[in-house]
């Protein structure tokens, strides 16, 4: 009971209610709207001070289109986040640029993301001229060079250009322009999957530190369920726009409810290969986010499904304490 309470007191950063992105199909030579894409169909979760809420599914779940609608690069269909008391999914202009101050993003592809044209200096000192955060030239070269130092890059590397770096560099570079502009919250869409497995390991340690050091707040999208473990305190699973699981991490790994959540659990690789692990085989493909399954939309591909998960949606609702799940036969 204690326990409970003490989870219900913490500060929410950021709540996000019933969130909808889809993106039009156009077709035709006056190129009229044939159809919708439901990339994000109706999800809600909230995140914590402190905490990294994980979010984590296949590639084409919709994971990383929540991330970049919450972020305002993309404008949502419909739902509301509340980040600070103000609904960010309707602000516009200045608020909106405001806004981005305290929320930042760091993006999957270290290669693209940063202006091959820039040095490195530019590249971070962007976002603290644009928010007004530093005196002076000298005072903005001294905050770059801090920030690079904080990364773990030398701030003697600030002349060059993205190009002279591996791509574990500049991700860093990516994740000091995140922290230049002192973010409240910062979304990180599948920021280590295009590293190297060991340059991973350092770059997921690297983001834990700068949380503990800065008190900062993470929404981090994988497809990676073993590196979301390792990162994340809460964890919410998603499959074809549906958010179909979310708990703790404890709980979503010892007690995995939902049979999408217990699929990409025992896929995970061991490392002695003596270990016999029973494996769930999902048969058939993703079905398309252009025309979903009815009632449950993983129905086509689940190991217990029964006439009812065709026929209706299950809800997504509190199967027991802080476990949310979205199963008729969740147990």
């Avoid at 999914?89 to 981005?100: A, Q």
């Avoid at 202006?115 to 030239?137: C, D, F, Q, W, Y």
């Avoid at 002349?159 to 994740?175: A, C, D, L, N």
């Avoid at 002695?272 to 058939?284: Q, S």
């Amino acid at each position: 009971m204690v326990e409970t309470e003490k989870i219900t007191a913490r500060e929410e950063v950021l709540t996000v209610k019933n969130l909808v992105k889809h993106f039009p199909i156009r077709g035709g030579v006056f190129k009229t709207i044939v159809g919708w894409v439901q990339a994000v169909d109706d999800i809600s979760f909230h995140v914590y001070k402190g905490e990294t809420f994980g979010l984590v599914g296949e590639s084409g779940c919709g994971k990383t289109t929540a991330a970049m609608t919450l972020m305002r690069l993309y404008n949502p269909t419909s739902g509301s986040a509340f980040f600070g008391g103000r609904d960010i999914l309707s602000i516009r202009g200045s608020e909106l640029r405001g806004l981005k101050k305290n929320i930042q993003m760091i993006f999957q592809d270290p290669y693209s993301s940063l202006n091959p044209r820039m040095r490195v200096k530019n590249i971070i000192a962007e976002g603290i001229k644009t928010h007004h955060l530093a005196s002076g030239r000298q005072d903005l070269l001294d905050k770059v060079a801090d920030m690079m130092k904080k990364v773990g890059l030398s701030a003697d590397h600030m002349y060059r250009f993205p190009h002279e770096f591996s791509g574990g560099q500049r991700q860093r570079i990516g994740i000091a322009r995140a922290l230049a502009v002192e973010p409240k919250l910062i979304l990180c869409d599948e920021p280590v999957s295009a590293l190297d497995v060991s340059i991973q390991a350092q770059v997921v340690n690297l983001l834990k530190d700068l949380q503990n050091q800065f008190g900062l707040t993470y929404v981090f999208v994988a497809h990676d369920l073993a590196v979301i473990k390792h990162i994340s305190d809460r964890i919410g699973v998603m499959y074809l726009g549906k958010m179909v699981e979310m708990t703790d991490k404890r709980s979503l790994f010892n007690h995995p409810m939902h049979p999408y959540t217990r699929a990409l659990i025992s896929a995970i690789p061991i490392p002695n290969p003596e270990l016999k692990k029973n494996r769930t085989i999902l048969v058939g493909d993703v079905p398309s986010p252009i025309n979903p399954p009815s009632g449950c939309r993983f129905h086509t591909r689940c190991p217990i499904a029964q006439p009812i998960c065709k026929e209706q949606e299950p809800l997504f609702e509190e199967k027991s304490t802080g476990h949310f799940v979205a199963c008729h036969f969740a147990k």
